[in-house]
Every structure is written in C-alpha cells, then in structure tokens.
C-alpha cells in the first residue's frame, strides 16, 4: 500500500531555515504531478511546490519562489523541501502528495499526515 510520511517540522524564527522530508513507501506513482502543499491557518489547502513526470523543473507559487526549493533523491523515493527566510505567513501544516494533476489540489489521492511549521518573531 503506498503511503508519504512527512517529517521535519516544527518551530523557526523569521529568517530562519526548516527542511522537510517526505519518505515515500510502496507504489507511489511519480509519474503524475507530487509535490508540496500547505493550509495555512483559516485557508486552503494549496500547492506551493508541484513537479510533475516530464516537467524540467518545478513550478513554485509566487509566495515562497526563490525561497523554498523542491527536489527529489530518487534513489530512497524521498522528497524534500528546503525552505530558507521563513516569513511568519510560512506558518502552515505542511503536506506531500502525489498522483495528481497539476495545481489542482482535488485531483491529488494520495497524502501524508501533514507537519506543522510555526515561525515567529
């Protein structure tokens, strides 16, 4: 049974850096869209990391561009997100998904728990 498991969360100052990882076990089908997404306190659930089979490289939403990067060791199936000059506004449960399409977040059926981020002054 396929299964993502995210790890490294937890708390940060502004400025700060975090990086999270996302273990995936069994047939996590990468051929699809996966990436990262997050809920931020009192919204949706959005992508802010998505590469899909065939892409050069991934598409980042304006909010974390040139902050956060995305990448994948494809030899352990691990995908992690380095996230460097936390803002506050980073302050979200953070999610891996996979076997989506595109941007769109309803389209995705296979999720991790989830980890929180909190960064503060």
């Known amino acids: 049974q396929a299964q993502l498991e995210e790890s490294g969360g937890g708390s940060a100052q502004t400025g700060g850096s975090l990086r999270l990882s996302c273990a995936a076990n069994?047939?996590?089908?990468?051929?699809?869209?996966f990436g990262w997404f997050r809920q931020q306190p009192g919204k949706e659930r959005d992508g802010i990391a998505i590469t899909c089979g065939g892409w050069n490289r991934p598409w980042y939403h304006d909010s974390v561009k040139g902050r956060f990067t995305f990448s994948q060791e494809k030899s352990t199936n691990i995908l992690y997100l380095e996230m460097n000059n936390l803002h506050f506004d980073d302050t979200a449960i953070y999610y891996c998904a996979a076997g989506g399409y595109g941007l769109t977040t309803s389209t995705y059926t296979l999720w991790g728990r989830g980890t929180q981020v909190t960064i503060s002054s």
């Open positions: 069994g047939s996590v089908d990468f051929r699809k869209c």
